[in-house]
């Protein structure tokens, strides 16, 4: 299963420049890596990373982490996979812009 880590830009370049990341400030703060699933992560883009530009998807496979992915309730008690790990820029199978359009952040076509 894939799941998904949205970027901002220079949190991209920090993770392609480090070769790993512990995440963006919110990840830090929270003790984990947020990660959405393919059906949470246009929300966790409007709720989250409204009107941002220059964003990066970044795919991962789930299975790739072992026991540091948990999955875990949070909005209205959905599961939703948190790392309890570093990020290697190596477990990133595929990586995508997420332009903006008309106010909205466009997935690509495999997600939907």
Same mark, same amino acid.
């Given at each position: ?23 963006? =400030? ?5 003790? *984990?890596? $947020? ?6 992560? #246009?929300?966790?883009? &409007?709720? @989250? ?23 875990? =309730? ?5 599961? *939703?996979? $948190? ?6 820029? #190596?477990?990133?199978? &595929?990586? @995508? ?16």
């Amino acid at each position: 299963m894939h799941i998904y880590k949205i970027f901002r830009p220079d949190e991209w370049q920090a993770l392609l420049r480090d070769g790993t990341t512990d995440g963006a =400030p919110v990840d830090l703060a929270d003790g *984990f890596i $947020h990660f959405s699933t393919a059906s949470q992560a #246009a929300e966790t883009a &409007a709720k @989250h990373f409204a009107g941002a530009q220059g964003l990066v998807l970044a795919v991962c496979d789930a299975d790739d982490f072992g026991e540091a992915l948990k999955w875990e =309730p949070s909005r209205g008690g959905a599961l *939703f996979p $948190h790392l309890y790990a570093p990020l290697a820029l #190596a477990q990133v199978i &595929a990586h @995508h812009p997420l332009p903006l359009q008309d106010g909205a952040h466009l997935f690509p076509a495999a997600m939907t």
